[in-house]
């Protein structure tokens, strides 16, 4: 399996909402980590995807995404049982499908569940992701084991960059050692 | 492989009994978890079948059931080397098992273990299912490491629910936040 | 993979000699959990091959075995490289290697990998095995990567014994709860 | 998969320059390691291969060497996609990449994936490679996930050396206990 390339990524945020953030420290941790990732696809034109679940009561995506990017209300947990989410996640034509979000153990895990039985690849960035105490755990546990492939965002991002001479393009500051 | 779909599935409580759960806190937030669950199956008809060592020594299943569940006495530590266990579970015509009860590394280990040879796909609810100190977790790697799908209530159920629309299915109060 | 039957098994205590153990309590409590599952050993007639490094340097085995069990020196780390103690694993006529001893990241995890590769079907008790201070987690990690089973003395025993009449068979007391 | 032998090792030292090792303990502790092992592939003539990135910026290598081993400037986080690098690993004819250095979640990570990719067997030394904080155990995370093997220098110093009698060879004092 070769390095991950932003050519084959899109990026899937869902349900960045504040109804799935609290104010626990751990959750606005991954908040910022998901939006930084997302600012870095935008300087890679990685196309991105957004769901939103109950936005009535959940509030609006709280992630900066590029102009034109796709805000769907998601009424299922996992985003592939909505098909004009899946189908909006084809249209980007990638094959990789970066997630970040919340909560781990449901919407991100039943998305990623329904994204490899559609036939991406399914990479679930483990620090910009959350869900509320034990339950982020438990729910890294069972993507790895479904054979989704964990990263964290500084990983992946130098190896979207890949070149000691492309090190500008990661966004300053960021909310961890670069 | 796909999410878990409540309509393939059956629980199977195994030993929840007295003789198996002392006052240890962690003991109690398991067997709390289990009844939640088999709170939810009843709800969704899942059917369950329940094993019992020794009733007169450990005393009953401390779990609520739906009426007419078949509740059995096991004299084997795993439930597939009593027959008529292993045939009350065929009989329920489900092709998942979920497994909850005690304990994690004896009687649920080896029952897994058992169903896993009789064709079952079988799914651990690792906060439902217990066993004293370090063995729970000892416990919870034999079991994956044999091939048994570990979940928690909380993934397990929004997985069976599937739909932000039958939320209200879930029972209330849950032992963790929903 | 079936339950592990004591009929197939049988006992590889490796190095267990004072030399590889400290004052260290978890040493101690390590040997203690391989005395016992050797006294088990015994009452179910599983077979023993005993390796000792150095004994002039290191002591004798601290563990008692059955009259006429094999303890051969061992010039090697790992017990396949010295043919005689293959061969003596060989002459138990039995397909499933029960590691028990010292060191877990050393004598015990080369001598693990050499038995797999001589195609015995190999199992570390984990409990039952020591190296100091962080060598231990990591040579299970070792052990668990190269294909090793891994279990505890109290699960495995249970495993042996199988049926609830015969959990007399347990030697008492145990140094863990049964 | 048989144990690693020395003959058909090389070691990689990615990066070992003063820019990416902190006076963390940690990191001071791994560069120990990594030059322990270094020292005692010299003495069992495993050849070796350095990278370093921007040194005019990073500083040189940490870590001694035997003469004449090559110490290349690696423009890219892994060195597989740098062709002189990745033949200076080819020339030296070995099959297996023993790889120690920083940092583990970026430029350790993605020279193994690379190495991989190019058919080498490759082998992290977890306790010889650095990166800060959380980083550390992500990028071992990844490795893993990866196909790569992870081992600790104690484990493969055994390995390499394999017979009591040849004990001698290790490097002492050692940055762990013997």
Redesign the interface.
């Known amino acids: 399996?070769?390095?991950t390339a932003h050519e084959d990524c899109l990026l899937v945020v869902i349900d960045a909402q504040p109804g799935f953030y609290s104010d626990d420290p751990a959750a606005l941790e991954a908040l910022a980590r998901a939006a930084w990732l997302a600012q870095l696809a935008r300087e890679l034109q990685v196309p991105a995807v957004a769901t939103e679940?109950?936005p009535e009561r959940n509030g609006a995506t709280g992630i900066e995404l590029a102009p034109g990017t796709p805000v769907l209300t998601?009424?299922?947990?996992?985003l592939a049982?909505t098909p004009e989410i899946l189908q909006a996640v084809r249209d980007t034509g990638r094959g990789t499908a970066v997630l970040v979000g919340a909560e781990t153990?449901?919407c991100v895990?039943?998305s990623a569940?329904?994204l490899l039985?559609a036939g991406f690849r399914v990479i679930a960035a483990?620090?910009a992701i959350f869900s509320?105490?034990e339950?982020h755990a438990?729910?890294l546990?069972?993507m790895?084991?479904?054979?989704v492939?964990?990263?964290?965002c500084?990983?992946l991002a130098?190896?979207w960059?890949?070149?000691?001479?492309r090190l500008a393009i990661l966004p300053r500051p960021a909310p961890?050692?670069l």
């Open positions: 399996m070769p390095l679940e109950e998601k009424p299922t947990f996992g049982g153990d449901v895990y039943q569940v329904g039985d483990e620090d509320p105490g339950m438990r729910g546990d069972r790895r084991d479904a054979g492939a964990l990263t964290h500084k990983a130098y190896e960059v890949r070149t000691v001479d961890f050692r």
